[in-house]
Every structure is written in C-alpha cells, then in structure tokens.
C-alpha cells in the first residue's frame, strides 16, 4: 500500500509540474490581495506592522482556497478518480497522497512567499519564525481540511463556491492561533502554545481527514 | 473454480427502480453480454459488480462471499473500462498506462504488453493531448492487458474503434478467457464474441410508475 501511495503522489508532483501555473496562481493571488492591503489603509508603517500578521494569514487561506477545486474535481470527472477507487490503494490512502501533493505544490509556496510580503507590509523582526513555523505547522491542516472540502462538493455545480464556504469556518482556528503566534512573538510573550494548537489542530486533521474525505469520494463515487 | 454471482439485484436511480430481481452467474472463461435499452442500467449494473456502488437489494458474491465483505480482495481482481477513459493529458500515453500498470502490480513490462496489445507502440512517447478519441479509448483498453486480473468490466468498449481494434479488443477478451478469465461487457453492437451469454436488463425492467 506504500508503494501505492508513492505512485500516487509522484503522479501527482509530476501532474502538478506540467501545469506549474496553477500552482502559480495560487501565490500571485495570495501576494495581490496582500499588495491590497498597503494600497487600500495607507502606508503607514505603524499601521502595517500591526495588521501585518492578520493580513498575511487571512490572505493565505483565501488563496489557499483557489486550490483546493484542482484535488480531485479533474480526476472525477475524467474518470481516473473511479480507476483509483477500483486500486489496491484505499480512498483514505489516496486522500493522504493527494493532500501532502496539495501541501507541496500549493501549501509550500505560500510558506515561502509569506517572509517576503512579510517585509512589504513591515512585519516586525520577531514575527518572521513565528510566521513560518505557524505557517509549516498550521498548512497540513488547510491541505486536510481542503480535501474533505473538495471530496465533499464534488459534481456539485457551483462547487467553488460551496467549497470556499466549507472550508472557510473550518479553517478560522488556524487563523487565530496562526496570527495570534505572530502578534504574541511582536509583543514579546511566549509562541510555543499557539505553535502547539497549531500542530495539535494538523494532527487532528491528520487522522480525520483522510477518514472524513475517503468517505465522501466513496458517496460521490456511487451516485 | 471461482464463480462470480448475482440474485435478486435491485437498482434505484433517485425516486426510480431501474431494475429488479436481476440475477447474473459467470464462471471461468465466461463471457456475458449486457444488453438492454438506453437508460435500462447496464452502467449502473457494471458499477454494482465493479463494488464502486451498492444495490438497493440483493447481492453480489464471488465463490459465494459478498463483495463488500471483501472490498480490497474484489479490487484487486477487477479492472472496470467505464464511459470514461481516465487519460490524462498532460502526460504521455506511456506516462499515463505506466502509472497504472505499477498501480495493479503489472509494472513496465505489463505496461509495454498493454502499448503491444492495442497498437499503440508508435504512440507510446506522444502527448496524451493530441490523441484522437478512439486512440484514448485504446488507451483506456490497454490497462486490461497491463496486469492480470480475474475480472474484466467493460462499458461500450468498442465506441469510437476502427476494426482494427475491435479486432485487438475481441483478441485481449478471447485470450483472457482462455486463462480461465471472466468477461462482463456491456454493448448494444454485436461485437462477435464466440460462445458468449447475453443477459437482457430489459427482463427486469421496473415498469415506469404513473
């Protein structure tokens, strides 16, 4: 089953590849609704700094949620998506793979784009580890989450748009505890506890997920 | 010897009973043809012995066990050919059949048996993009013969194939069933298989409520 999931995720990276723009896109939405900010209250330095770690969150799921339709939607309807049922590899497998490909090609550069709207909206110093770590431990969350999301609207019309109002409450604990690690760091109080919410809210995801998501695609597939 | 088995099948699409009361039997090197109207389920008949949904009555069983009791078990000796042909084109013909041979154990010498098999060595380094209809299809086709499997499940195999390939398809079928394979293939052409059994779903069609 290993082996499996191993086929599954290169295929995956390798799809993901061939069409590099989509991946593209979803990091030039997250650095234009960011650029928004400085046009939209002014560019006051003091202004941004504080705002600074709210906005880059808030931004990152909203173009994180440009990605989550590519997961399984193309595969369900070209057929591989019941080829891949039909597989030794379990559904709940299958989610896994097509999660951590997600968190690799979308999740991994919103992490690397972040520092650097970071230093556009003049994040303070301190805040940047805080940023990235809570950006690394929150994102597997945002994969899983997306994926249950995405298996749950699929051959719904308008999925987009439900699916963006799936996601979305679900993901608002990542939100506050992911800006709150940042302001915290700003303000000179301990991280480690809202880092830990964050990876305790991944590995939550981590185990329901897959499970949640595997028993979606099963539904969508019997219909 | 194994036997794959169906009684009492009954299929609801929404509101409506497609069919009722069904029951099918194939055994080794069996070939049974699903005939019937648009719309009389052959599809949703092929998708309940494929385990991808389940019936709203009676069951499905190989060597007497119930599929679902055994979902990983059926899998692995099942290839379903569905409406649609799982090509993706963003790969190559060899990239997309590759991943689905070393998905099913069959690896790259599966892989290259299934390119033999439907003529599509000359194609092998081609983008899956710039296929035409009836190649995809055979593309689709090849995975039967890129590992071994028990059980083959086709939909319309032979829409959108010149006679060439027909001629190919009824080959793989016929020397899959002198392995002592099994065959369910859903048509409304007589494609020409010797000593196949028909099923019509039309004898168990649900007559339309007012």
Not at chain 1, 98 to 125: C, Q, S
Not at chain 2, 44 to 71: C, E, F, K, Q, Y
Request: hydrophobic residues 55%; contains cysteine.
């Amino acid at each position: 089953m290993i082996a499996a999931l191993g086929l599954i995720l290169r295929r995956e990276l390798r799809l993901a590849l061939r069409q590099a723009g989509e991946s593209a896109t979803v990091v030039l939405f997250f650095i234009l609704a960011a650029l928004l900010f400085p046009l939209g209250v002014g560019p006051s330095p003091a202004t941004l700094a504080r705002i600074a770690p709210g906005v880059l969150w808030a931004t990152a799921l909203l173009a994180a949620m440009l990605s989550f339709e590519r997961l399984f939607q193309p595969d369900f309807e070209d057929g591989s998506l019941e080829q891949l049922a039909l597989s030794p590899a379990p559904l709940e497998g299958l989610v896994l793979a097509k999660a951590l490909a997600h968190w690799l090609t979308a999740a991994a550069p919103l992490i690397v784009a972040a520092p650097v709207l970071g230093v556009m909206l003049n994040l303070p110093a301190e805040g940047f580890v805080p940023l990235i770590a809570g950006m690394a431990l929150g994102t597997p969350a945002i994969s899983l989450i997306g994926a249950v999301g995405a298996a749950l609207t699929l051959g719904a019309r308008r999925g987009g748009v439900l699916l963006a109002l799936l996601v979305i409450p679900l993901v608002i604990p990542v939100l506050i505890f992911g800006a709150a690690a940042v302001e915290a760091a700003i303000g000179g109080f301990p991280v480690r506890a809202h880092l830990t919410a964050l990876g305790g809210i991944s590995l939550g995801a981590l185990v329901l997920g897959p499970w949640a998501a595997g028993a979606a695609l099963r539904q969508a597939l019997a219909e | 010897m194994a036997r794959f088995g169906g009684d009492g099948l009954e299929c609801a699409r929404g509101e409506r009973l497609v069919f009722a009361g069904l029951g099918f039997d194939v055994g080794p090197g069996d070939a049974l043809l699903l005939e019937g109207r648009n719309g009389s389920g052959k599809t949703s008949l092929l998708r309940l012995m494929a385990g991808l949904a389940r019936p709203a009555a009676g069951r499905i069983a190989w060597d007497g066990a119930d599929i679902g009791d055994d979902a990983e078990g059926h899998r692995a000796r099942t290839r379903y050919i569905g409406h649609l042909d799982a090509v993706k084109p963003q790969l190559s013909v060899i990239e997309n059949l590759s991943f689905w041979a070393a998905l099913h154990g069959g690896g790259a010498a599966g892989a290259q048996a299934g390119l033999t098999a439907f003529g599509l060595d000359t194609l092998a380094r081609a983008p899956a993009r710039y296929l035409s209809a009836g190649q995809r299809r055979r593309l689709a086709l090849a995975r039967l013969a890129a590992a071994p499997a028990a059980l083959w499940l086709m939909d319309e195999p032979t829409i959108a194939l010149d006679r060439a390939s027909i001629a190919a398809l009824i080959a793989a079928i016929a020397a899959h069933r002198a392995t002592g394979g099994m065959a369910v293939i859903a048509t409304n052409v007589d494609i020409g298989l010797d000593g196949a059994r028909l099923l019509s779903l039309e004898d168990f069609a649900v007559a339309d409520g007012p």
